[in-house]
Each structure stands twice: as structure tokens, then as C-alpha cells.
């Protein structure tokens, strides 16, 4: 029950300081800018990983947990726990950052730019190669090595820089489901489902073939 409410918690601190950086980005007048918003991302993901990472892995993420079970690196009898939990986090931030915003329209949701497409496409990328760096920094459980937090915050913040004004960089499932069911703009939910989620499950064969062929090399 520790790892649950750890991944509530996490999943919440996310949700809540990031798009609550839209958000407040939004209602002053640009006062955080795009770089803020990426900022705060990365940093509370960071954060995240070292205050929980020791008690449910911080994975903190939907596509994530998925990727870590395909990858036979977290039980899958922990996995539908997890992506409730994490799903649970993020419903409340929003339903918070709702209660603190009332006239906010979007909440921060993850809306396409461009195309529909374009921003799957995106989000797949993105979400693709955060898992290649989670997978080769952590396990399933617990982190590794005191910069595991910093490379995978660095990573949220880099993508969210260059990618976060066409598709919103969203990279998991539970960060734009919770804006969306809140502020009732769920039309291109599926886009952030599928893209990421697919994202993940494909870093796991291209880790597997890179690790394998390193071992077989030493």
C-alpha cells in the first residue's frame, strides 16, 4: 500500500506543479514563460524520483509501468494498482488546480497544435526515448545511483522544451488524462494514450537488444 500511495502522491505533485504552471502561466500574463513551464516539469520530476523513488520506484507514470511489465522488470500483479493510483494522483491535482482556477478553461490539458498525427508521432518519439533512458537508470522497484532522478528530470525538461508548443510534451498518460476529464476537453485524449504508451512498450525491445549485444561483447 506504501508503493500505491507513493505513485498517488507523485503522480499528483506532477500534474499539480506542472500544469499548474500552465495554468498560472495562463492567468498572469505569460509571467512563467515556456522555458518556466519545462522547468517545473522537469524539476518536480526529478524531485519525484528522489523523495518516492526508494518506495514504489517513482515511475509516476502510466506508459511506464506498462513498459517496466513487458520489460519483466516489475511484477504485473502490482501493475494495475499502480496505473490507479497514478490515474487517482492526477484527478485530484487537477480537480484541485479546478477549485484554485475556476475560469482556467484548459487546465494545462495536452491539446495538438498541428495535426492530430503530427503530435502522435511526437509524443511517441518523446515518450520512446524517456523510456530508453528510465530502462537503463532504473529497475523496476528502486533507482539507481544518485543521478538516475537527474537524467530522467533532464530529459523531461529537454523534450518539454523543444516539443511542449505543438503537441503539450505530455509523455504519460496520467498527466493528460486528469486535465482532460477535468476541464471536459477529452477529444484528442486517445492521441496521448496510445502514442505514449506505444512509445514506451517499444523502447523495451530496442534496451533488450542493446543490452544483450553489450553483454555478449564483454
Known sequence: MKKYVAELIGTFAIVFCGTGAIIINQEMNGSVSHVGISITFGLIVMAMIYTLGNISGAHLNPAVSIAFSIARRFPVKQLLPYLI??????????LVLRFLFPANELLGATLPQGSAMQSFVLEFILTFFL??????????????GMFAGLAIGSTVL?????????????????RSFAPAIVSGHMEYLWVYFAATTLGAATAIPLWKYLTSDSISIK
Open 158 to 174: 529537454l523534450e518539454a522544451m523543444f516539443a511542449g508548443p505543438v503537441s503539450g510534451a505530455s509523455m504519460n498518460p496520467a
Open 85 to 94: 493510483s497514478q490515474f487517482i494522483g492526477g484527478l485530484l491535482a487537477s
Open 131 to 144: 523510456m530508453l533512458v528510465i530502462i537503463n537508470v532504473a529497475t523496476g522497484s528502486k533507482e539507481q
